[in-house]
């Protein structure tokens, strides 16, 4: 006998299955909430002064802008879920641990973030940095993040970090922050010793006897950045004397200069971190006359994993300016003291072991170009 439908045997089956997953999603959402209350949390303070809450043991950080992401790297690597603007290419100085993390954009001058992909990390805490300008004002942009991401804390931090020398208090805050003290203090010893070093060497150098530097940017190297320019910072750090008189080009900096006045400057050492232009600039005419060229004083600074003056700037640097001393002043800095220095740099703070020919390729490109 064929069986009959039954509206009411039906409509029970619905009403238990509806009960049961019902049952489920109540299970679910209250292990969600559990999960959230079960993680310890403690009160903080950021360096602006706002009182926040975080988990006791961070362990998922996004920063706002490239310095601040190296900065978290270099202390605590474990600890970055994302990079702000770093494309990791082949033969890369870095474990895949960590060129294998996602690229989220920065909040800097180029503007390239996106709230909904960093919210998708989920993050426990979002580091923005702030500024304060000639009148005391303080930047807008810690409010304006955490309007943005609600309920993950945003960490204001000072941006003067972005500076190869300064930013001590920023890295002890950070140490604390994320439970590395030793690794911050290590590194603030380090460029400590570095710094120190540079200013005991070229402070006696008369000035008639300073050696006179173009940072050439850009794949032609006619854009540049004058002396006060965070951009070339490492010149003036270590005793040169940047020839560019041009105006600062606020952000992004790379003022625009002619082959004109490249030539009346006449620098006898030309830095770039631009490699098509350093391929190029021996076999170019128009570069022919400058004294950096006739005399084989044109240098490619070292960008693997990050550059070494520039783009992105921040303590990182600190090897950038012995690497520049190196350059400019290599009877007071010599070779082996440079090479000690970055092969315990990259260990201690890149995390990562440069093997001997790696070492050479890093710091003389020249020789291979000039061969």
């Given at each position: 006998m064929d069986k009959k439908f039954c509206p009411v045997s039906s409509f029970l089956l619905i009403l238990i299955l509806a009960t049961a997953i019902s049952g489920c999603t109540d299970q679910t959402q209250q292990s969600i909430v559990q999960q959230e209350e079960s993680v310890e949390t403690v009160e903080v303070t950021d360096m602006l002064g706002r009182n926040l809450t975080v988990p006791s043991e961070i362990d998922n950080v996004v920063t706002a802008t490239g310095p601040y992401s190296i900065l978290v790297y270099m202390l605590a690597p474990e600890k970055l879920a994302a990079w702000n603007?770093?494309?990791?290419?082949d033969n890369m100085h870095m474990d895949e641990l960590y060129t294998s993390l996602p690229v989220?954009?920065?909040?800097?001058?180029?503007q390239t973030a996106n709230y909904e992909t960093v919210i998708s990390l989920n993050p426990e805490i979002v580091i923005e940095g702030y500024t304060v300008n000639k009148k005391g004002q303080i930047s807008e942009q810690v409010t304006e993040r955490?309007?943005?991401?609600?309920?993950?804390?945003?960490?204001?931090?000072?941006?003067?970090?972005?500076?190869?020398?300064?930013?001590?208090?920023?890295?002890?805050y950070l140490g604390q922050l994320l439970d590395c003290e030793e690794q911050a203090t290590e590194f603030i010893n380090f460029r400590l010793s570095v710094i120190d070093n540079i200013n005991d060497k070229v402070e006696s150098i008369p000035d008639d006897e300073k050696v006179r530097v173009y940072y050439a940017e850009g794949s032609t190297g006619l854009k540049t950045d004058p002396s006060g320019s965070l951009h070339s910072e490492v010149i003036d750090i270590c005793g040169g004397i940047n020839v560019a008189d041009c105006q600062v080009t606020p952000g992004m900096g790379m003022t625009p200069v002619s082959i004109e006045q490249v030539a009346e400057w006449?620098?006898?050492?030309?830095?770039?971190?631009?490699?098509?232009?350093?391929?190029?600039?021996?076999?170019?005419?128009?570069?022919?006359?400058?004294?950096?060229?006739?005399?084989?004083?044109?240098?490619?600074?070292?960008?693997?994993p990050f550059c070494w003056i520039d783009r992105p700037y921040g303590v990182h640097r600190v090897i950038g300016a012995a690497w520049t001393a190196n350059v400019l002043y290599p009877e007071l800095f010599p070779d082996t003291e440079l090479e000690e220095l970055t092969t315990e740099f990259y260990s201690q703070f890149f995390h990562y072991d440069l093997n001997n020919e790696e070492l050479k390729n890093l710091l003389y490109p020249e020789e291979e170009a000039l061969a």
């Open positions: 603007t770093f494309t990791p290419a989220v954009g920065s909040w800097g001058s180029a955490q309007e943005k991401f609600g309920s993950i804390p945003v960490v204001a931090i000072n941006g003067s970090i972005i500076a190869i020398e300064d930013g001590d208090d920023t890295i002890e006449n620098p006898e050492v030309i830095l770039t971190t631009d490699s098509e232009f350093y391929n190029s600039i021996y076999s170019d005419p128009l570069w022919a006359n400058i004294d950096a060229v006739q005399n084989g004083r044109v240098y490619l600074a070292p960008q693997n």
